[in-house]
């Protein structure tokens, strides 16, 4: 009987401690999943687009010459953790992306669950595994990582546009 009483402080705490882990605007989920595009924002709703520059400038921090921005607190997409942000292009693709603290097949799943659909058009070669799949027109989301063990972190993206 003990061990019951124990366990309800515990448990308490962690379900204090889970709404303050997964404090992540939706729209950073939304981006990254395709569900939303700032490229149409751009053309159709500039007041989203400025709104969620707003949202990136207060939680997130650059460092000089960095291509990507770093949240100022606990951030997730997806259930997973978001260490880094790319808000605009990335290598040849124009889009939105993050990286995560997760496996590529930790990432693969967890994608592939929300999206309801498996990625396809997977390809491992040059250190370097990636899936993708194709939502509409001009919205791609693709997962790339290094190839294990050296896959501790996942990039996750909505590409617009990309060179393969």
């Keep these: 009987m003990k061990r019951v009483w124990l366990a309800v402080p515990m448990f308490s705490l962690l379900v204090a401690a889970l709404p303050a882990w997964g404090a992540s605007d939706p ?12 490229l149409e924002w751009k053309n159709t709703d500039p007041s989203a687009l400025d709104s969620f520059g707003a949202f990136l400038r207060s939680n997130f921090k650059h460092n000089d010459n960095e291509a990507f921005i770093t949240p100022t607190s606990a951030m997730i997409v997806d259930g997973l953790k978001v260490v880094q942000v790319f808000p605009g292009s ?3 693709g124009l889009g939105f992306s993050v990286v995560v603290d997760a496996s590529f097949d930790v990432t693969r799943l967890a994608m592939e669950r929300d999206l309801g659909k498996p990625l396809r058009e997977c ?6 595994r990636t899936c993708e799949l194709s939502i509409a027109e001009q919205r791609t989301v693709m997962i790339a990582a290094n190839d294990p063990p050296n896959d501790k972190t996942t990039l996750i993206g909505c590409y617009y546009y990309y060179e393969k």
Aim: charged share 35%; proline share 0%.
């Design 90 to 92: 990335l290598g040849m």
């Design 123 to 128: 390809e491992a070669g040059e250190g370097m």
């Design 27 to 38: 729209r950073l989920e939304r981006l990254t999943l395709c569900r939303d595009s700032w």
